[in-house]
């Protein structure tokens, strides 16, 4: 079964300065990768996702992500932060076998300093 | 399009009652599927469908229960709410399944004391 891991619970970054969110995952055939982003309070929000083809999708509000199978990641990116960015983020991998779940990490929360 | 809608937004149980978690998507989409979120545990998927007639059970189904019979509503039922059941429910749909985008509802907040 795939699973997705996010190993940074709290990551606090300067306004303006760049920003990368680590996710990793397991499974065993070309995964379909997915970025959301919950706001306080609200539901989910899909960032950006990935099927096949080109490894750097890019996604809204500016931020990207790049697949890189040899490491199993995923990674989040964005070149300058802002504060409107303070969320938490959600790394999800699907499954293209038929009937099958998708499947969330724990989630990072981002806090932006002024 | 309302998208996907969940009601009530809040809720407060005692132990042992019994309700249901209203879900409905109004974009013909096959899937849909309940998580829960907790502090420190990100989304646990409870149940999901593939479609009317069709469930399955997640990571965490125990004390709660699905059906699914029309492409629109998807609802989840406590049948016996317990404290360890507080928590944040959200529905969410998708068109294909686990490897298309997910619509996600507004969330439910429940507390059970």
């Known amino acids: 079964a795939q699973s997705v891991t996010q190993p940074d619970i709290h990551i606090t970054v300067s306004e303006g300065a760049s920003l990368e969110l680590r996710c990793n995952y397991s499974y065993g055939a070309t995964p379909y990768l997915f970025w959301y982003v919950q706001s306080p309070g609200q539901g989910l929000q899909l960032l950006l996702k990935y099927f096949s083809g080109d490894t750097l999708v890019q996604g809204i509000k500016g931020f990207e992500a790049e697949f890189k199978r040899s490491q199993s990641s995923f990674n989040l990116r964005k070149p300058s932060v802002h504060w409107s960015d303070a969320a938490e983020y959600f790394c999800a991998v699907g499954d293209a076998q038929a009937g099958t779940a998708l499947i969330f990490g724990k989630g990072t929360t981002l806090s932006v300093s002024s | 399009n309302a998208g996907v809608t969940q009601t009530p937004k809040f809720q407060v149980l005692k132990t042992g009652q019994s309700m249901t978690l209203q879900c409905a998507q109004d974009m013909n989409h096959e899937y849909m599927s309940w998580y829960r979120q907790d502090p420190g545990m990100g989304l646990r998927l409870i149940h999901y469908?593939?479609?009317?007639?069709?469930?399955d059970q997640g990571e965490v189904p125990n004390g709660y229960n699905v059906s699914r019979s029309t492409t629109e509503d998807f609802p989840l039922r406590l049948l016996s709410a317990a404290p360890s059941q507080t928590s944040v429910y959200f529905c969410?749909?998708?068109?294909?399944?686990?490897?298309?985008?997910?619509?996600f509802g507004p969330g439910t907040r429940l507390t059970v004391l």
């Open positions: 469908s593939v479609g009317a007639g069709i469930t």
């Open positions: 969410a749909s998708s068109y294909r399944g686990s490897t298309d985008t997910q619509y």
